[in-house]
């Protein structure tokens, strides 16, 4: 009973320990893109320009807004970058597999969640940011040929530059 005990308490905090958001998995790597340079994938404070054309450190600003919060800072991987980085992947036409698509149509699951609790100036910018990833994800729902699990799917081309002029939109808000 004493070793089931032991086992028990052992289990319990090698859980607890790995749902704890210390922050030491956030590292920061650069991630080198298509030009040669790098850019930071961690630390939003780092005075870094990111692809937007804003700076991190916007984002980085104290924030009052619980909306605002929840997608520009809250997680290891804020809802932002994410948003940014599904963007560059559908304009590089880099979805085409299920873990792909997957991460878009969570991503897409996300904000719309953040829409609920959003004002009314808030829920238009978020749907506009939001726009091309509902419209990747709907595509693929509703193509008859093409299930979510296949090997390779396909999705549509879509435009994401209202997109990431909503983004900065909803920064520049959240901000001032």
């Excluded at 509703?142 to 909803?170: H, L, Y």
């Amino acid at each position: 009973m004493r070793g089931i005990t032991l086992t028990a308490a052992l289990g319990l905090s090698l859980v607890l320990a790995g749902c704890s958001d210390d922050g030491a998995d956030e590292a920061v790597t650069p991630a080198a893109t298509e030009e040669g340079t790098t850019e930071g994938t961690g630390d939003a404070g780092a005075e870094e320009t990111d692809t937007t054309g804003g700076t991190a450190d916007a984002a980085a600003a104290p924030m009052d807004d619980e909306v605002c919060v929840d997608f520009f800072q809250s997680g290891a991987v804020q809802l932002a970058d994410r948003a940014e980085t599904d963007r560059q992947m559908l304009d590089d036409a880099q979805v085409g597999d299920p873990a792909s698509y997957g991460e878009i149509s969570l991503l897409s699951q996300r904000i719309e969640d953040l829409v609920e609790d959003a004002s009314t100036d808030q829920a238009q910018l978020l749907e506009r940011i939001n726009a091309p990833f509902v419209e990747v994800r709907d595509a693929v729902l509703d193509d008859p040929d093409q299930t979510v699990s296949d090997a390779e799917i396909t999705v549509p081309e879509v435009d994401t530059t209202d997109s990431a002029a909503a983004q900065e939109e909803f920064l520049s808000s959240c901000t001032s």
